[in-house]
């Protein structure tokens, strides 16, 4: 089976990447609503009349989920697929209203002050849950709960081509050997979503924000993933104990907010989830 996959993001902060085996397309995470349309755009021109089939989100933020609503505008036949976590947040108002706002905000800072509203869209047709098989054409993907990040993080390992449609809940990875650890919900399961990717026979890693990487970058992706979220967790304890939270939340900053991180990683964001980093670590028993 030939698979192609295609960087079909507006933005470099977007998570949007077309995988096709030439007779069955998904689009992998949708990236943000304001770029939405420009996306479904970039899969138009790649598909060159065919269908997308379906749209698979790996999680319920703003920068992954909410450019599907437009997508959906586009190609009206594609099915959402998503955890069945994901799928209850979606139903939640104050949810969607997080996610309008956030999106907003960024649209700002990148020019964009007009665009059309459609978050309350926001729908799933197929949901998962952990162990569960989704068949797209001859592409049969299991769903892993890999989560961390967030609670509804799931990722689809494609075992015949030693494929994986990863998540956050691995890490931010932003090139030449950096991951940023992304621990919003539970240090423990950020660490036991590492080990498991790191049990399968993975030999190509499709990492949100980012793209493909494979065999030997794969294999110091995940090792990486490993190594940073440890170290970082264990040294925000160590400031916590003589220091403040604000100290450990600069710290965070100072090591991983670089140039490339900012190209895929709102300030506010950035600051917004160290913050909550800080107060889940502070909290975790650090066990490796």
Known sequence: MSIKITDVRAIKGDS???????????????????TGFKVAENIKKELNGRNLDFIFLTHSHYD???????VLEKFKEAKV?????????FKKSSAKALMRELDRKFALK??????????DNLTVHITLKDGDK???????????????????????????????????????Y?????????????????????????????????????????????????????????????EIKEILKTSTKEAAVKYFVNKFYNEKVKEIYPKDAMLLNTSITVDLIEKADLAI
């Open 174 to 234: 932003v090139g030449e050997g950096v991951v940023v650890p992304s621990y919003l919900v539970g240090y423990e399961m950020v660490i036991d979503s590492i080990k498991r990717v790191k049990s399968l026979d993975v030999e190509k890693i499709l990492v949100p924000h980012y793209g493909v990487i494979e065999k030997k970058e794969a294999k110091a992706y995940l090792e990486e993933a490993y190594k940073s979220a440890v170290e970082t967790a264990f």
């Open 134 to 172: 989704i068949k797209a054409g001859d592409m049969t993907f299991t769903a892993l709960n890999l989560t961390g990040h967030t609670k509804c993080s799931i990722g689809y390992y494609l075992e015949s081509e030693k494929l994986l449609l990863s998540t956050e809940s691995l890490g931010v």
């Open 81 to 89: 697929v998503a955890g069945e976590y994901a799928e209850k947040i």
């Open 110 to 119: 990148n020019g964009i002050e007009k665009y059309e509203d459609l978050a």
């Open 16 to 34: 949007a990447f077309l995988v096709d085996d030439g007779k069955t397309a998904i689009l992998y995470d949708s990236g943000f609503g304001f």
């Open 64 to 70: 992954h989920a909410l450019g599907s609503a437009y």
